[in-house]
């Protein structure tokens, strides 16, 4: 491995006019790809095969003219507060709301069968003509009187479903749009804002929501400026020169900028969520510019053990290339393993954060030796101070004297570190999750305000109702009404059902649709346990009477997402823990290394699930004005990342006590040597990528907030506390036994050099034959 990627760094070098053109046309490529082919990304979370989506297929099947996927529909949501004093039914209230109808019917996104005005003549039959809260109020109250059924059960049902509020102080108005949620543009969205401003004038409060009011516009532009100017400096500071420190960034821009536009690209070609750029860009350039840093330290390093730069160059490439290869390959392993996972858009991420990954790593292998071969012997130019190399610095580094001291009272340090994660992690035991919703969405924002008004108009419920779909294609046809009654008495009964009714039966009359309007929240406690009250129930009605039937909404999607993932984490733990492993084992030559290596790894997770859990679910330190449940697929999508990144961390640091334990030092000399060089650079690396993610953290976007905090955190906890500080320690601990390898598994695994011994080997014999030909 090391020989190999010698020989690339040194072509690179060498042939830097023909990498460097290769490079900038993948990136022209990329962007007239991303230019002429993109198309939106989408804020919808399909999970196919769970119980919920298993309804919601039912009903699209069994109603096919009048069914529309909810997750994907797109629809506005007209809320309006009458002015204190007064009801919505007054008559300058209700031609305010008349005027605002008359111009949305203007907005050529409405769908034309919403667009009839019914003082204008008959409504066509299939129309279903925009009415304001009051009128719309009326025509359900008529509706339900004349169902036949009891006066005081039609009361209940149309206060349920009515769009005046009972002090008729708030009324809603839903305005459905042609094609989904991906197609409503920013102008759509604005012709909306404006249609509601003559009831505005008039002194009502008009909120606008629903899912065609919140941005499909990925996230992203400020956070990169900040990560890459905090990046810069820390990178002057590690080398003391303007222009090494620019090296890194300028291939870590060149690397992040062909995955963003290719990913953009894809976005013409399959539907991606919005935070699938973001989050490939995040890792991508926090990746892309700590491979670089581990290429240019080791250049330096080089340096002074030969004039020739394209010769330090390729074994730069050849020893920390070596490393790169290794700690890219472990995040890669982790960011694809999540397809294990079975969740579509989860498997997006992966496969998008992955590719930043893959282009970081082929960006520090090829594109950075023929950016250093360009700029020559300028390459630690513009000096701003002198930065001794630490492994050829004859005073005692910080870190030297911290290793040293950690190497003295292993122990100690061992039960502090453990005890520190332990107690950070507390508060991962009052873990909740939820999926993005606009009921965790910022407060102040135009979608929660509307929510919060239905909120306070309607009940809690009215923001989350649960459907229920009732197949009774196995149950005769004079039984199928008592059937569906029956489902409509059991729901009711339970004691956090506000309301339920029968909202429709399909033409065959085998389905039926039943709305269950609860008592709570969509994110609460009560409302998922009403979800699993009515699956519950499901087999006895089935073995009773013969009817089956699905529960879907928010709540109940969440609950299935929630449990496709728990279902999910151990095959995933086996098969990213088990896969790095091997590799590990590969890359040390040892059994006892990647093992502590894993479980650092499991520690620092922890305590970042801890930390994450007490600032943006519990509020804790006043940091988040919006405390909310943790999004669903958060912690598996962060194990896979901080899994990646911990063993990225082992590989750079442990390979440099490897190679000293190689070449002939004890074990404590050992991880002393390692440590004099590998903390630095690590020290650095680390910094930039808490920079880098915590930069993101100035998103509007509640979830964009918390990953880049629990990436930051993460890399914290397993950078400073368990890398530098329990891992030497347990090293310590261990002594010679930390590079015990069986003799029969020696044999077996291959040998991939990333220590550079072959390397050397080469160099040597080929320095001798100089010699000889020299003195010839």
Same mark, same amino acid.
């Given at each position: 491995?090391?020989?190999?990627?010698?020989?690339?760094?040194?072509?690179?070098?060498?042939?830097?006019?023909?990498?460097?053109?290769?490079?900038?046309?993948?990136?022209?490529?990329?962007?007239?790809?991303? @230019?002429?082919?993109?198309?939106?990304?989408?804020?919808?979370?399909?999970?196919?095969?769970?119980?919920?989506?298993?309804?919601?297929?039912?009903?699209?099947?069994?109603?096919?003219?009048?069914? &529309?996927?909810?997750?994907?529909?797109?629809?506005?949501?007209?809320?309006?507060?009458?002015?204190?004093?007064?009801?919505?039914?007054?008559?300058?209230?209700?031609?305010?709301?008349?005027?605002?109808?008359?111009?949305?019917?203007?907005?050529?996104?409405?769908?034309?069968?919403?667009?009839?005005?019914?003082?204008?003549?008959?409504?066509?039959?299939?129309?279903?003509?925009?009415?304001?809260?009051?009128?719309?109020?009326?025509?359900?109250?008529?509706?339900?009187?004349?169902?036949?059924?009891?006066?005081?059960?039609?009361?209940?049902?149309?206060?349920?479903?009515?769009?005046?509020?009972?002090?008729?102080? !708030?009324?809603?108005?839903?305005?459905?749009?042609?094609?989904?949620?991906?197609?409503?543009?920013?102008?759509?969205?604005?012709?909306?804002?404006?249609?509601?401003?003559?009831?505005?004038?008039?002194?009502?409060?008009?909120?606008?929501?629903?899912?065609?009011?919140?941005?499909?516009?990925?996230?992203?532009?400020?956070?990169?400026?900040?990560?890459?100017?905090?990046?810069?400096?820390?990178?002057?500071?590690?080398?003391?020169?303007?222009? @090494?420190?620019?090296?890194?960034?300028?291939?870590?821009?060149?690397?992040?900028?062909?995955?963003?536009?290719?990913?953009?690209?894809?976005?013409?070609?399959?539907?991606?969520?919005?935070?699938?750029?973001?989050? @490939?860009?995040?890792?991508?350039?926090?990746?892309?510019?700590?491979?670089?840093?581990?290429?240019?330290?080791?250049?330096?390093?080089?340096?002074?053990?030969?004039?020739?730069?394209?010769?330090?160059?390729?074994? +730069?490439?050849?020893?920390?290339?070596?490393?790169?290869?290794?700690?890219?390959?472990?995040?890669?392993?982790?960011?694809?393993?999540?397809?294990?996972?079975?969740?579509?858009?989860?498997?997006?991420?992966?496969?998008?954060?992955?590719?930043?990954?893959?282009?970081?790593?082929?960006?520090?292998?090829?594109?950075?030796?023929?950016?250093?071969?360009?700029?020559?012997?300028?390459?630690?130019?513009?000096?701003?101070?002198?930065?001794?190399?630490?492994?050829?610095?004859?005073?005692?580094?910080?870190?030297?004297?911290?290793?040293?001291?950690?190497?003295?009272?292993?122990?100690?340090?061992? !039960?502090?570190?453990?005890?520190?994660?332990?107690?950070?992690?507390?508060?991962?035991?009052?873990?909740?999750?939820?999926?993005?919703?606009?009921?965790?969405?910022?407060?102040?924002?135009?979608?929660?305000?509307?929510?919060?008004?239905?909120?306070?108009?309607?009940?809690?419920?009215?923001?989350?109702?649960?459907?229920?779909?009732?197949?009774?294609?196995?149950?005769?046809?004079?039984?199928?009404?008592?059937?569906?009654?029956?489902?409509?008495?059991?729901?009711?009964?339970?004691?956090?059902?506000?309301?339920?009714?029968?909202?429709?039966?399909? &033409?065959?009359?085998?389905?039926?649709?039943?709305?269950?309007?609860?008592?709570?929240?969509?994110?609460?406690? #009560?409302?998922?346990?009403?979800?699993?009250?009515?699956?519950?129930? #499901?087999?006895?009605?089935?073995?009773?009477?013969?009817?089956?039937?699905?529960?879907?909404?928010?709540?109940?999607?969440?609950?299935?997402?929630?449990?496709?993932?728990?279902?999910?984490?151990?095959?995933?733990?086996?098969?990213?823990?088990?896969?790095?492993?091997?590799?590990?084992?590969?890359?040390?030559?040892?059994?006892?290394?990647?093992?502590?290596?894993?479980?650092?790894?499991?520690?620092?997770?922890?305590?970042?699930?801890?930390?994450?859990?007490?600032?943006?679910?519990?509020?804790?330190?006043?940091?988040?004005?919006?405390?909310?449940?943790?999004?669903?697929?958060?912690?598996?999508?962060? !194990?896979?990342?901080?899994?990646?990144?911990?063993?990225?961390?082992?590989?750079?640091?442990?390979?440099?006590?490897? #190679?000293?334990?190689?070449?002939?030092?004890?074990?404590?000399?050992?991880?002393?040597?390692?440590?004099?060089?590998?903390?630095?650079?690590?020290?650095? @690396?680390?910094?930039?990528?808490?920079?880098?993610?915590?930069?993101?953290?100035?998103?509007?976007?509640?979830?964009?907030?918390?990953?880049?905090?629990?990436?930051? +955190?993460?890399?914290?906890?397993?950078?400073?506390?368990?890398?530098?500080?329990?891992?030497?320690?347990?090293?310590?601990?261990?002594?010679?036994?930390?590079?015990?390898?069986?003799?029969?598994?020696?044999?077996?695994?291959?040998?991939?050099? !990333?220590?550079? #011994?072959?390397?050397?080997?080469?160099?040597?014999?080929?320095?001798?034959?100089?010699?000889?030909?020299?003195?010839?």
């Amino acid at each position: 491995m090391a020989t190999y990627l010698y020989r690339v760094g040194r072509f690179a070098y060498r042939r830097k006019a023909v990498v460097l053109v290769v490079w900038l046309a993948l990136l022209i490529l990329a962007g007239v790809g991303a @230019a002429t082919l993109s198309g939106p990304t989408s804020n919808a979370f399909s999970i196919p095969g769970t119980p919920a989506q298993q309804a919601l297929d039912l009903q699209s099947e069994r109603f096919p003219a009048a069914s &529309e996927d909810p997750l994907t529909a797109a629809t506005a949501q007209f809320v309006f507060q009458a002015p204190a004093g007064t009801t919505l039914d007054s008559p300058e209230n209700t031609a305010a709301i008349d005027k605002v109808i008359a111009d949305i019917r203007g907005i050529a996104a409405v769908k034309d069968s919403a667009k009839v005005d019914p003082a204008a003549g008959p409504v066509p039959e299939g129309a279903a003509p925009l009415l304001d809260p009051v009128a719309g109020n009326q025509a359900i109250v008529d509706t339900y009187n004349q169902s036949g059924v009891a006066p005081d059960v039609a009361r209940a049902n149309a206060a349920a479903v009515s769009p005046l509020s009972p002090d008729k102080t !708030i009324g809603t108005l839903e305005v459905p749009l042609s094609g989904t949620v991906t197609d409503v543009t920013a102008d759509t969205r604005s012709q909306l804002d404006q249609a509601a401003q003559p009831a505005r004038d008039a002194g009502l409060n008009v909120q606008i929501g629903g899912s065609a009011m919140q941005e499909n516009t990925p996230p992203g532009g400020s956070a990169e400026l900040i990560g890459l100017a905090v990046a810069a400096v820390v990178l002057v500071v590690m080398f003391g020169s303007l222009v @090494a420190a620019g090296l890194p960034l300028i291939t870590a821009i060149v690397g992040v900028g062909i995955t963003s536009l290719t990913i953009t690209t894809a976005t013409g070609f399959a539907e991606l969520t919005q935070f699938t750029p973001i989050l @490939a860009l995040m890792i991508g350039l926090a990746v892309a510019i700590d491979y670089s840093l581990f290429i240019v330290a080791r250049f330096r390093n080089e340096l002074t053990n030969t004039d020739d730069r394209e010769e330090a160059a390729g074994r +730069a490439v050849g020893t920390a290339g070596s490393a790169v290869v290794f700690a890219g390959t472990t995040v890669l392993i982790a960011l694809v393993a999540l397809r294990v996972v079975g969740i579509p858009f989860l498997s997006q991420m992966g496969l998008a954060a992955g590719f930043g990954v893959l282009v970081a790593v082929l960006v520090a292998l090829t594109l950075l030796p023929a950016v250093l071969g360009l700029f020559g012997r300028k390459a630690f130019a513009g000096k701003v101070r002198t930065v001794p190399d630490p492994e050829h610095s004859e005073n005692p580094t910080n870190g030297l004297r911290w290793v040293r001291l950690v190497v003295k009272r292993p122990a100690l340090f061992l !039960i502090a570190g453990v005890v520190i994660l332990g107690v950070i992690a507390g508060p991962m035991t009052g873990l909740r999750l939820a999926l993005p919703s606009i009921a965790t969405s910022e407060p102040g924002t135009p979608v929660r305000m509307a929510y919060d008004l239905v909120d306070q108009g309607f009940g809690p419920g009215r923001n989350g109702p649960l459907l229920v779909v009732v197949d009774a294609s196995n149950v005769p046809e004079a039984d199928r009404a008592a059937a569906f009654s029956r489902v409509v008495e059991t729901a009711s009964s339970n004691a956090d059902v506000a309301n339920a009714q029968q909202a429709g039966v399909n &033409e065959a009359g085998d389905t039926a649709l039943v709305s269950v309007t609860p008592r709570s929240s969509p994110n609460s406690e #009560e409302t998922r346990d009403l979800v699993n009250a009515l699956r519950d129930a #499901e087999p006895g009605l089935a073995s009773e009477l013969g009817v089956e039937y699905g529960v879907t909404g928010q709540t109940a999607l969440e609950l299935d997402v929630s449990q496709r993932l728990q279902d999910a984490l151990i095959p995933y733990l086996a098969v990213v823990v088990g896969l790095a492993f091997l590799l590990l084992m590969v890359v040390f030559r040892s059994i006892l290394v990647p093992l502590t290596a894993t479980v650092g790894f499991l520690l620092s997770v922890l305590a970042t699930f801890g930390a994450t859990v007490f600032i943006f679910q519990e509020g804790g330190l006043g940091l988040i004005s919006n405390p909310q449940p943790i999004v669903s697929f958060m912690p598996i999508f962060l !194990i896979g990342v901080v899994f990646g990144l911990a063993m990225d961390y082992q590989v750079f640091l442990v390979s440099r006590m490897r #190679e000293a334990y190689v070449h002939g030092a004890d074990s404590q000399e050992a991880i002393v040597t390692g440590f004099k060089y590998g903390a630095r650079v690590v020290a650095a @690396a680390a910094v930039i990528m808490i920079s880098v993610f915590a930069a993101f953290m100035l998103e509007p976007d509640a979830f964009i907030k918390s990953i880049g905090f629990a990436l930051a +955190a993460a890399v914290f906890f397993d950078a400073f506390v368990v890398r530098m500080v329990l891992i030497p320690a347990v090293m310590s601990l261990l002594g010679d036994k930390a590079w015990y390898l069986p003799k029969w598994l020696d044999k077996i695994l291959p040998n991939v050099d !990333i220590e550079g #011994e072959k390397l050397q080997k080469v160099l040597q014999s080929d320095t001798a034959h100089k010699d000889v030909v020299d003195a010839r």
